[in-house]
């Protein structure tokens, strides 16, 4: 089994799209951790809404590929997320395979670990909650390390809805 790390983010909905991906998400692959959920200014584009992020952490036998392709891009599929030119668009979910085990890749369709892990707070943040000893693949650095370092500017906490959302995930008879 791999050890693999999944972004969850949306703007459209928030609090719906996040809260059915990650119950979704818990029936595709087993789900050992989920963050805190952050609010989150959008990056890019001007006069967007907020997202809701965090990170998911999923024990799978899926290559990283098969991850990406079978599991988080069904899940799009079916909250409706429609890919435009515009990386910055509003969406009602994305889901980014962000590390898996310490994979280092480059490949057209999937890199590994994900660059946005170095500049997005809120990635970091989640990613030293759930694994602060884990190392960041090809650089060995600490995520706790890396963590401490981030700036968490633009990022708010919202610990109730993260509660609401880790009962929901983890319940067996729940329909996403």
């Known amino acids: 089994m791999s050890r ?7 703007n459209i909905d928030p609090a719906e799209n996040v809260r059915r991906a990650i119950v979704m ?3 595709a692959a087993s789900v050992s951790g989920i963050s805190t959920v952050f609010r989150t200014e959008p990056v890019g584009s001007a006069g967007q809404p907020f997202f809701y992020n965090c990170i998911v952490e999923v024990t799978t036998e899926l290559a990283p590929v098969a991850l990406k392709r079978d599991v988080l891009r069904r899940i799009e599929s079916a909250l409706g997320r429609v890919r435009t030119g515009d990386r910055y668009a509003p969406r009602t979910i ?11 890749l480059a490949g057209k369709d999937l890199t590994l670990p994900d660059p946005d892990i170095l500049t997005r707070s809120y990635l970091l943040a989640g990613l030293a909650e759930l694994a602060p000893d884990l190392r960041m693949p090809g650089t060995g650095q600490r995520i706790a390390d890396l963590n401490k370092a981030a700036s968490g500017t633009g990022t708010e906490p919202l610990h109730d809805y993260t ?14």
Do not use: M, N
């Not at 693999?4 to 983010?9: I, K, L, N």
């Not at 994305?94 to 280092?104: G, P, R, S």
């Open 4 to 10: 693999a790390f999944v972004s969850v983010g949306s």
């Open 25 to 27: 998400l818990a029936r």
């Open 94 to 104: 994305d889901l980014d395979l962000i590390l898996y085990d310490d994979i280092v």
């Open 163 to 176: 509660d609401v959302v880790r009962k929901e995930a983890f319940r067996d008879d729940e329909q996403p």
